[in-house]
């Protein structure tokens, strides 16, 4: 079955430091990347969305100098949060589909604490 | 303002009880609809999508949409504790567009009482 594993699973980082993380999409062939947050309040915020041979489409409230993302092939992508500041913290969860008619498939997410 | 509403915010139903949960579309674009549920400490997972007006139903899970008002409900008849979780409603714009992207409400949490 399709699959989506996210690493690390959860991570501590220093207040005015970075951190990436990754997507595997196991299973099938990952033709578009979600982004998503989600706050401690449980909502989910659609970060980008990146889609093959498509530029990476970024949501009002985000941006690629912020968080930039890489999907350089069909079953791999990372997601940096640069500069992490508190309000970063939260649950970022990667979902993939294999093609316009196809679900998304989520990861288990990257818990990001930022002290 | 939040695309995709979702009510009530949180349900308790018996063990062997009917949950219904509710969501509704306030952008006409987005109207092909599914419904997620997230298990503590996992990712959401697909329960099941419907597009078209009227039931649709998998096991003792029961869709229902009204395309008229925009209107979603997930029907779950003999719930289980193992039910208890938070269920999302998320929306699309289109269905076989690649690029077009998944909007979620805000989730109800269901718990299930044995």
Not at chain 1, 26 to 45: I, L, N
Not at chain 1, 96 to 106: E, L, P, Q
Not at chain 2, 47 to 73: C, P, Q, W, Y
Request: charged share 15%; proline share 4%; glycine share 8%.
């Amino acid at each position: 079955g399709a699959l989506v594993y996210q690493y690390p699973r959860r991570t501590i980082c220093k207040s005015g430091t970075s951190m990436r993380m990754e997507c595997q999409a196991v299973g099938f062939q990952a033709t578009s990347v979600a982004w998503y947050r989600q706050s401690p309040q449980k909502t989910f915020e659609l970060i980008a969305l990146s889609t093959v041979n498509s530029a990476i489409k970024y949501e009002q409230n985000f941006t690629q100098e912020k968080f930039p993302i890489s999907h350089p092939n069909l079953s791999f992508s990372s997601m940096t949060v640069l500069n992490a500041y508190l309000e970063d913290r939260g649950l970022y969860l990667c979902g993939a589909r294999g093609g316009a008619f196809s679900d998304y498939t989520f990861g288990s997410g990257t818990r990001l604490l930022v002290i | 303002q939040q695309k995709v509403q979702q009510s009530p915010e949180s349900l308790s139903v018996p063990e062997g009880g009917m949950a219904s949960l509710n969501c509704t579309s306030s952008d006409r674009n987005f109207q092909y609809f599914w419904w997620y549920r997230q298990h503590s400490g996992e990712g959401p997972k697909a329960l099941m999508s419907i597009f078209s007006d009227g039931d649709k139903k998998e096991g003792r899970f029961t869709a229902h949409l009204n395309k008229a008002s925009l209107h979603v409900s997930l029907h779950i008849r003999d719930s289980q504790p193992s039910d208890s979780a938070l269920y999302f409603c998320a929306a699309r714009r289109h269905y076989g567009s690649s690029g077009n992207k998944l909007i979620f409400g805000i989730g109800t949490l269901l718990s299930v009482k044995p």
